[in-house]
């Protein structure tokens, strides 16, 4: 699940910025996700998967457990978090992060669905040919 989180982040990264200081403020995966998963569960449904994904994340990379879901279903503490880290830190808690978001997903509704749900928002995951089965790449 990490490749595969670490390839999100590297599509929503803007092509002129740095890709270990973009999106500071906002965890652009997350955001595109939203409205997607918010059809599929609920804002609350949504609320609470990031939650636990936070949760779970902050267990293996302690700066997350600064951060906190908004009840829009946005993330808040970010830019703190990431003032007082090397960047290379910050991409990995935003990698780690994902992946466990992704693998509730494919926990909660099964590897197919969570692959048709990523590719109809990341067309190029599917030409990258990614397996959501067991998260690796083929």
């Known amino acids: 699940m990490r490749s595969i989180a670490q390839r999100l982040i590297n599509y929503e990264t803007p092509v002129n910025a740095a890709s270990d200081t973009a999106n500071v403020t ?3 995966v997350t955001d595109r996700l939203r ?3 918010a059809t599929l569960m609920g804002n609350g449904g949504f609320r609470a998967l990031l939650a636990r994904a936070l ?7 302690s700066w997350l457990r600064a ?3 908004n009840p829009d279903g946005t993330l808040e503490g970010l830019a703190a978090a990431h003032a007082g880290l090397k960047p290379a830190q910050f991409r990995e808690g935003r990698i780690v992060l994902l992946a466990q978001l ?3 997903l494919v ?3 099964g590897p ?3 692959s048709r749900l990523l590719c109809e928002i990341w067309p190029q995951l599917a030409a990258d040919g990614v397996d959501f089965g067991n998260g690796v790449t083929k």
């Open 112 to 114: 197919g669905l969570t």
């Open 67 to 69: 951060v906190q879901v």
């Open 107 to 109: 926990a909660f509704i």
């Open 55 to 61: 949760t779970l994340a902050s267990a293996e990379v």
């Open 35 to 37: 409205p997607h998963l």
């Open 26 to 28: 906002t965890f652009r």
């Open 102 to 104: 992704l693998g509730l």
